[in-house]
Each structure stands twice: as C-alpha cells, then as structure tokens.
C-alpha cells in the first residue's frame, strides 16, 4: 500500500492509481457534463435514468437537438475533467519532465482532444441514430476515452 503514496511504482500500482485518478476526473467530467445537460443546454430527456433517479425536470427536446446539446455538452466538460486529470497525473501518477511543460500540456490535451472527439462522436451517434439515453451513450464515450488515454499517456506524454 506504500505504492499508493509514491511516485514510483510497479506497473500494476500505477494503472491503479491512474485508475482512481481517472475516477476522480470521470466524476468532475459527469458533473459538468450533467449540470450544463440540465441546466444551460438541454440534453436530457425524461426517460433518462439519471433524470428518474434525481426526479429532474427538464427541457423537452427532440433527438437531433438532444445529440447536438450532448455533444457541446461533452466538450464543456472535457475542459475541467482534463485539468482535474492532468493535475492528478503530474503530481501522483506519472512523473513529469519528459518533455516541457507546455508541451507537455499541448500533448495531454491533444491526445485528450482526439480520445473525447472519438468518444463525443459515439455518443452523437448513439444519441441521433440509435436513440439511446444520453447516459448509456456518455457511459460508452467515457469508457472509450479512458482505454486510448493511459496508453499514450504512459509511453508517450510522462516518463512511465
């Protein structure tokens, strides 16, 4: 358990710990992306699991509209759910200094950008054409962008 508290540590220690450092990141990622879906730019609809178990009233909106909302809504939230997770790889998972600091922001947020681009795309499309709930689709995008992320992160971005 001493792993947990160091920098270094044993592969398996370290996916562990980027795995809860994800965790943390997919937290503030589905706040934001549930707070500006209910709230600012509507992307919920009533038969949402999420929108049952809160008892939220939302905004009527037909499923192009909800797919587009959803989308914007993914990308607001990418902004603070990568700067919770790029905080949390610099100062406990991965050690930093493999490039510099601005590049090595610039490729964090690249490689980010690309993984929540694939991940925003799968759920447009489930949303628009399959009519999925928003929140089976956001389960799938995240689930996407988390398995693409480590790998570069870990071999290319920080110094394993």
């Not at 925003?120 to 956001?138: C, D, E, H, I, P």
Request: glycine fraction near 4%; hydrophobic fraction near 60%; proline fraction near 1%.
């Amino acid at each position: 358990m001493i792993e947990l508290t160091q920098r270094k540590a044993s592969l398996p220690v370290q996916f562990l710990k980027y795995a809860l450092s994800g965790c943390v990141a997919v937290v503030v990622h589905a706040l934001a992306f549930y707070l500006c879906s209910w709230l600012f730019i509507p992307a919920l609809n009533e038969d949402d699991i999420v929108v049952r178990v809160l008892n939220l009233s939302v905004i009527a909106v037909n499923d192009v509209v909800r797919a587009r909302n959803a989308f914007i809504n993914n990308w607001v939230a990418f902004i603070f759910s990568n700067l919770t997770a790029y905080i949390l790889n610099i100062l406990w998972v991965f050690e930093s200094g493999r490039h510099n600091r601005f590049v090595e922001i610039v490729m964090f947020y690249a490689v980010s950008a690309i993984s929540i681009a694939a991940g925003s795309a799968v759920l447009w499309l489930l949303v628009r054409y399959v009519g999925s709930s928003t929140t089976m689709a956001f389960v799938a995008d995240i689930v996407a962008a988390a398995m693409v992320n480590f790998v570069v992160r870990k071999y290319y971005i920080f110094k394993g």
